[in-house]
C-alpha cells in the first residue's frame, strides 16, 4: 500500500471532541473521538477517550519539544556555561530549577540521544515506579542551580524548610 498524506495548515485546521454515540462514516464513536479536519471534506477520527487523546496530545508536544530542541542546538552549537560537568544526577530525580519549573530526569537511553530531561507533569514516581516520562529537552534547558527534591521516590530535605537564608539548594 502506498503512502497518503492529506495536507492542512496548522493555523486553521478544524479540531473537535465529540462524545460517545457520535456517528462517524457508518459508525457511531463508541467514546469521546478527536476530530481533526473537516468530515465534509477529509477528516482524521482519533479513538480512544480523553485519556487517549490527551495522551496523543502530549506525545505531538513531546515530538515537538524535541524538535525544536535539535534545531536549536544545530543552530547554537556552544555548551552554556551554567551546567556544571559535576552534576551527578540519577534516572528518576525529580528537581526544581531555579525558574520554578519541575523537571524528571530520563533513562539513560533518553540521556544518551541528547534529551536527558523530561516534564515532570506526567510522572509520580510512587504510581509509575517502572515508567518514566520520555526524555524532551535537552541538558541545558532546566535553567540552574537545580535542586534535587526526590531521589528513588523519596524526599531529599527530611525536616520542615525555614526562613534561615543560608540555606542552599541541594544538590547530587
Known amino acids: ?24 462514516g457508518e459508525d457511531d464513536a463508541d467514546d469521546h473521538t478527536l476530530i481533526i479536519g473537516n468530515p465534509w471534506s477529509a477528516a482524521l477520527a482519533l479513538f480512544g477517550g480523553l485519556d487517549g487523546i490527551e495522551h496523543f496530545a502530549y506525545r505531538v508536544l513531546t515530538t515537538t519539544k524535541k524538535t525544536r530542541a535539535r534545531l536549536d542546538a544545530e543552530q547554537t552549537p556552544a555548551a552554556r556555561p551554567d551546567v556544571d560537568p559535576a552534576e551527578r544526577w540519577q534516572t528518576g530525580d525529580i528537581v526544581l530549577a531555579a525558574d520554578r519549573q519541575l523537571w524528571c530526569r530520563a533513562d539513560e537511553a533518553d540521556a544518551a540521544e541528547g534529551w536527558p530531561w523530561a516534564y515532570v507533569h506526567s510522572y509520580a514516581p510512587r504510581q509509575h515506579a517502572d515508567h518514566l516520562p520520555e526524555g524532551a529537552v535537552d541538558e ?33
Open 1 to 24: 500500500m502506498s503512502q497518503r498524506y492529506e495536507c492542512y495548515d496548522a493555523d486553521s485546521t478544524d479540531i473537535e471532541i465529540v462524545p460517545p454515540g457520535t456517528e462517524i
Open 140 to 172: 541545558h534547558t532546566p535553567a540552574r542551580p537545580l535542586a534535587l527534591l526526590l531521589r528513588d521516590g523519596r524526599p531529599t530535605i527530611q525536616t520542615a524548610p525555614d526562613d534561615d537564608p543560608s540555606t542552599r539548594p541541594l544538590t547530587p
